[in-house]
């Protein structure tokens, strides 16, 4: 019997990356061939797991200006699809087209894998498609906390029927975003799918809700093939830690606080590690600053004083449980690696998803938020004070933790993407 051919499709951030490298390592195990259509940035990343590399334009530039643009707390969601996605839709199809020429099934990530339903509707592979954080269902009995205004997700969270309204005329206003997706789909034949951020996202035949329940279960409007399998997580590479931040994480004299930005919040760190390092200070605490990315070159005091240490990586499975607070941006792999080391969670949101995790966490018990424009150096330092002193807090996260390490999201939807290629 031929090999089973997966074909995986991500752009976007590694968090949108690591759990389909975590899903194709668990299926290439099963017997699978695993094939991962992405931008050229994560190539490396790709083949380091042991799966097979095809490029999926666009490339993101790795220039200030263009994750400024990115990470914009208000704007960055359209200069995503209306600059970056949308416009590199036809070479995004012709990549994905020819990568799946001999594969059995299809599986995408939502929101930013434009070309995957385009791919699908016009050759007939089985396809499925994965949903990484709830806000991406975009339920309209959950509060919207994509929404730029303060006021509006506050009054669409007391009322349905109002969200509804106010989602129409945010999906007719941000139909102009994809316009290039919908003329190519005119073009290619294909019958209307809706609109490609929202419903159009979504397989007909089956979605995985790759997030915890802890953070959001089912809502009425959710699409009805959905299947609910967990977080799924890219365990590291097993490697020791370096021996001197070994030694750093295993002193007892003051609390650690670790501060760190998601891939793509990393590119945007503004004063976010100088901030950390200023808090942690006043307050006698040991900080130890993850600066990936960009925010390598973030410019720190030369030398750092003996309570900070600075590392521009390391998994944070290890890191995290010497942790008495992780602070972070609020991207869904971070919070879950947070939950499952039992860490209180300081968010300081920067855009896209982040807020409505953070929230989320904020209602679990586990965290606090605190709005970017309002992360000084202040408003941390109390944020810290309040975390350390939250007993509450800290039972809540350990509570968490015990449930988050018992979920297994890569074996339930790998099961699910089995049974998908049984059924077809």
Request: hydrophobic share 45%; aromatic share 8%.
């Given at each position: 019997?031929?090999?089973?051919?997966?074909?995986?499709?991500?752009?976007?951030?590694?968090?949108?990356?690591?759990?389909?490298?975590?899903?194709?390592?668990?299926?290439?195990?099963?017997?699978k061939?695993?094939t991962?259509?992405?931008?050229?940035?994560?190539?490396?990343?790709v083949?380091?797991?042991g799966?097979?590399?095809?490029?999926?334009?666009?490339?993101?530039?790795?220039?200030?200006?263009?994750?400024?643009?990115?990470?914009?707390?208000?704007?960055?969601?359209?200069?995503?699809?209306?600059?970056y996605l949308?416009?590199a839709?036809?070479?995004?199809?012709?990549d994905?087209?020819?990568?799946?020429?001999?594969?059995?099934?299809?599986?995408?990530?939502?929101?930013?894998?434009?070309?995957?339903?385009?791919?699908a509707?016009?050759?007939?592979?089985?396809?499925?498609?994965?949903?990484?954080?709830?806000?991406?269902?975009?339920?309209?009995?959950?509060?919207?906390?994509?929404?730029?205004?303060?006021?509006l997700?506050?009054?669409?969270?007391?009322?349905?029927?109002?969200?509804?309204?106010?989602?129409q005329?945010?999906?007719?206003?941000?139909?102009?975003?994809?316009?290039?997706?919908?003329?190519?789909?005119r073009?290619?034949?294909?019958?209307e799918?809706g609109?490609?951020?929202?419903?159009?996202?979504?397989?007909?035949?089956?979605?995985?809700?790759?997030?915890?329940?802890?953070l959001?279960?089912?809502?009425?409007d959710?699409?009805?093939?959905?299947?609910?399998?967990?977080?799924?997580?890219?365990?590291?590479?097993?490697?020791?830690?370096?021996?001197?931040?070994?030694?750093?994480?295993?002193?007892?004299?003051?609390?650690?606080?670790?501060?760190?930005?998601?891939?793509?919040?990393s590119?945007?760190?503004?004063?976010?590690?100088?901030?950390?390092?200023?808090?942690?200070?006043?307050?006698?605490m040991?900080?130890?600053?993850?600066?990936?990315?960009?925010?390598?070159?973030?410019?720190?005091?030369e030398?750092?004083?003996?309570?900070a240490?600075?590392?521009?990586?390391?998994?944070?499975?290890q890191v995290?449980?010497?942790?008495?607070?992780?602070?972070?941006?609020?991207?869904?792999?971070?919070?879950?690696?947070?939950m499952?080391?039992?860490?209180?969670q300081?968010?300081?949101?920067?855009?896209?998803?982040?807020l409505?995790?953070?929230?989320?966490?904020?209602?679990?018990?586990?965290?606090?938020?605190l709005?970017?424009?309002?992360?000084?150096?202040?408003?941390?330092?109390?944020?810290?004070?309040?975390?350390?002193?939250?007993?509450?807090?800290?039972?809540?996260?350990?509570?968490?933790?015990?449930?988050?390490?018992?979920?297994?999201?890569?074996?339930?939807?790998?099961?699910?993407?089995?049974?998908?290629?049984?059924?077809?």
């Amino acid at each position: 019997m031929p090999q089973q051919h997966i074909v995986f499709a991500t752009a976007g951030s590694l968090g949108d990356l690591y759990p389909f490298l975590a899903l194709g390592r668990k299926l290439r195990q099963r017997g699978k061939r695993v094939t991962v259509a992405t931008s050229a940035n994560h190539r490396q990343h790709v083949l380091d797991t042991g799966l097979d590399y095809v490029h999926m334009r666009p490339d993101p530039e790795n220039t200030a200006a263009f994750h400024a643009r990115y990470m914009h707390p208000k704007t960055g969601g359209q200069f995503v699809y209306q600059d970056y996605l949308s416009p590199a839709i036809r070479r995004s199809y012709d990549d994905l087209a020819d990568a799946t020429r001999d594969a059995d099934l299809l599986v995408s990530q939502s929101l930013m894998a434009l070309a995957a339903p385009l791919v699908a509707a016009r050759t007939g592979i089985p396809w499925v498609s994965a949903v990484f954080q709830p806000m991406s269902f975009f339920s309209v009995y959950e509060r919207p906390n994509y929404l730029p205004f303060p006021l509006l997700p506050w009054l669409c969270g007391r009322s349905p029927q109002m969200h509804q309204n106010i989602f129409q005329y945010v999906r007719k206003h941000t139909e102009q975003w994809v316009r290039p997706v919908l003329d190519l789909g005119r073009e290619l034949g294909i019958a209307e799918q809706g609109h490609p951020m929202y419903e159009g996202q979504h397989s007909p035949g089956c979605v995985l809700a790759m997030f915890s329940p802890m953070l959001g279960g089912p809502q009425p409007d959710w699409p009805a093939s959905v299947r609910q399998t967990g977080t799924a997580q890219l365990p590291p590479a097993a490697a020791p830690l370096p021996e001197a931040l070994q030694r750093f994480l295993e002193r007892d004299d003051l609390p650690l606080a670790i501060f760190t930005l998601s891939s793509a919040a990393s590119n945007d760190a503004g004063d976010f590690y100088r901030n950390g390092l200023d808090a942690s200070g006043a307050l006698g605490m040991r900080a130890l600053l993850i600066t990936s990315g960009l925010a390598a070159s973030s410019r720190l005091p030369e030398p750092l004083p003996d309570w900070a240490f600075r590392v521009d990586y390391a998994a944070f499975e290890q890191v995290f449980p010497y942790a008495a607070v992780v602070v972070h941006a609020g991207g869904i792999g971070s919070a879950f690696k947070a939950m499952q080391a039992g860490a209180p969670q300081i968010i300081v949101p920067h855009a896209h998803d982040q807020l409505d995790n953070a929230l989320r966490l904020e209602r679990l018990g586990v965290a606090r938020v605190l709005p970017g424009k309002r992360a000084g150096a202040r408003a941390l330092r109390q944020a810290l004070q309040r975390v350390l002193a939250d007993s509450g807090m800290q039972a809540a996260a350990a509570s968490v933790a015990q449930k988050a390490k018992a979920e297994d999201g890569v074996s339930q939807a790998c099961d699910v993407i089995e049974k998908v290629l049984r059924d077809a």
